[in-house]
Nanobody, 118 residues
Framework: QVQLVESGGGLVQPGGSLRLSCAAS????????MGWYRQAPGKQRELVAA???????NYVGSVKDRFTISRDNAKNTVYLQMNSLKPEDTAVYYC????????????WGQGTQVTVSS
């Protein structure tokens, strides 16, 4: 089992930047593919960005060229660098870990609020 703790959320003006971090513990980090999801009020949770054990990434179209996901296996941490933030990026952001051999084995962090507003 793995525990995930997100940090780095907050209030930022449109056009600003934030970097979210997700620290993992309790298991071998490198057996998990990692992802960032978000959920805005009244909307379904959606995948924002994902990174495999090998470093392959993918993004939802609305954040391409603005967000960058990365992982530091030595620190058991995954990051989401968010630039050029827009009000529509406002949501609770959740870290997700999925066992690479069986995606039914998945874990979630508690979430961190990101608010983009002037």
């Amino acid at each position: 089992q793995v525990q995930l703790v997100e940090s780095g959320g907050g209030l930022v003006q449109p056009g600003g930047s934030l970097r979210l971090s997700c620290a993992a513990s309790g298991s071998i980090f490198t057996i998990y593919d990692m992802g960032w999801y978000r959920q805005a009020p009244g909307k379904q949770r959606e995948l924002v960005a994902a990174i495999t054990r090998g470093g392959r990434t993918n993004y939802v179209g609305s954040v391409k060229d603005r967000f960058t996901i990365s992982r530091d296996n030595a620190k058991n941490t995954v990051y989401l660098q968010m630039n050029s933030l827009k009000p529509e990026d406002t949501a609770v952001y959740y870290c997700n870990a999925r066992y690479y051999a069986n995606y039914d084995v998945a874990y979630w962090g508690q979430g961190t609020q990101v608010t983009v507003s002037s």
